[in-house]
């Protein structure tokens, strides 16, 4: 006997909706207001973090990749955008001669710093400013529960 498929409550699936609509919006809300400031993509701002908070500033192609959620192949055609434009530099791992280490430039640091004055505000303006501060924290609670 084959067992019935469980299948998500009326509630949950509305829950998933939601989620999922609400980033694609909220995504795309902060992407044009980038945009708009002439700044480059938000993936930009997330590599250009995940270095500036990483100890010495640089990280190993592979640690980028966990941390972000970019996939290999997208990452490293942005690896080689970011290097092109003086944001980053690859240096040669000391213990394995094959390895890399992608380093954040002053001219990386500096960007992801102009990038995060626009970012800040589009996040205030299109989340802070809906949520009261104890609402924020249920929503940051709830979420948790996925990560």
Partial sequence: MS????????AVTSAWTSIMRARER???AIEADLKAAGMPPLAWYDVLWELAR????????YEI????????YNLSRLLD???????VR??????DGRGRWVVLSDAGRKLRERMWIVYAK???THIGCKLAENEAKAIAGLLDRFL
């Fill in 81 to 87: 955008r970011l290097e092109r434009e003086g944001l």
């Fill in 3 to 10: 067992e019935k498929p469980s299948n998500p409550s009326e």
């Fill in 54 to 61: 990483s100890q010495d500033g640089k990280l190993r192609p």
């Fill in 65 to 72: 990749e966990e941390r972000t959620l970019l996939a290999q």
């Fill in 90 to 95: 690859r240096e040669v791992f000391a213990e």
């Fill in 26 to 28: 909220l995504l795309g």
């Fill in 122 to 124: 589009s996040i205030d």
